[in-house]
């Protein structure tokens, strides 16, 4: 099984509609993140969480929003999707000791029309 | 702030050529460096990591070292393989600033033909 788990794989959806894309990790690790690709541009932080009580806007919050539900778990919330949010998106974790490798999840591809 | 710049791509190597993909780096304390790659449909996996300056970084056939005097860490593979077709990121993290975040190269793609 993967240590970091993301659902769905996939998704399509219209203009307006809430989505929540999900994030689980077996590593055990406190540090969760949530970013967006886009060709050409790389990744970029949308938010991060070094545990259950603290979360942190990254370089492109506007339009989502993040829950932590447990040291295991962190989803992403887009309240009113537009088609520029349509992306790549990967969670990834990372043990809370400094400057250590993150781990990534393989991705939700949604797209918005 | 930190920042990360590799060389844009697509890079078109024939199976068994050398490999290098160049990346630099802003920073203003004491980076970790690391090249991600990632394959189609999937993650970004770590590939190497160096942690202090002059650390070389193996693995695969990869190698990066940390060049702090250039702010530099190239990758390198002697000797591609059509299974090493995918695209590369280049990354720091800086714990000085007490944030402990990431950042990211733009991507590299690597197309090996046979």
């Known amino acids: 099984d993967a240590d970091v788990t993301q659902t769905p794989r996939n998704r399509i959806t219209k203009t307006g509609k809430r989505i929540m894309l999900e994030c689980s990790q077996t590593k055990g690790h406190d540090r969760m993140y949530w970013y967006r690709q886009d060709p050409g541009l790389g990744l970029r932080l949308i938010y991060y969480s070094f545990d259950v009580k603290d979360i942190n806007k990254g370089e492109i919050s506007d339009g989502y929003s993040v829950s932590r539900q447990a040291q295991a778990k962190f989803s992403l919330s887009l309240e009113s999707a537009i088609p520029n949010q349509t992306a790549l998106y990967f969670c990834a974790t990372s043990d809370f000791r400094g400057n250590q490798p993150q781990h990534f999840g393989d991705g939700t591809r949604l797209s918005i029309l | 702030g930190n920042s990360v710049t590799q060389m844009e791509g697509p890079v078109t190597l024939s199976e068994e050529a050398f490999l290098t993909i160049n990346c630099t780096y802003t920073?203003?304390?004491?980076?970790?460096l690391f090249w991600y790659v990632q394959y189609p449909g999937e993650g970004l996996q770590l590939l190497l990591k160096a942690t202090k300056a002059d650390d070389k970084g193996s693995n695969k056939g990869f190698e990066a070292t940390y060049r702090k005097e250039t702010t530099s860490f190239h990758l390198e593979k002697g000797s591609v393989q059509v299974s090493d077709s995918a695209v590369y990121f280049c990354a720091l993290s800086d714990s000085t600033s007490g944030t402990y975040k990431y950042i990211f190269g733009t991507g590299t793609r690597l197309k090996v033909l046979a």
């Open positions: 920073a203003t304390g004491y980076p970790s």
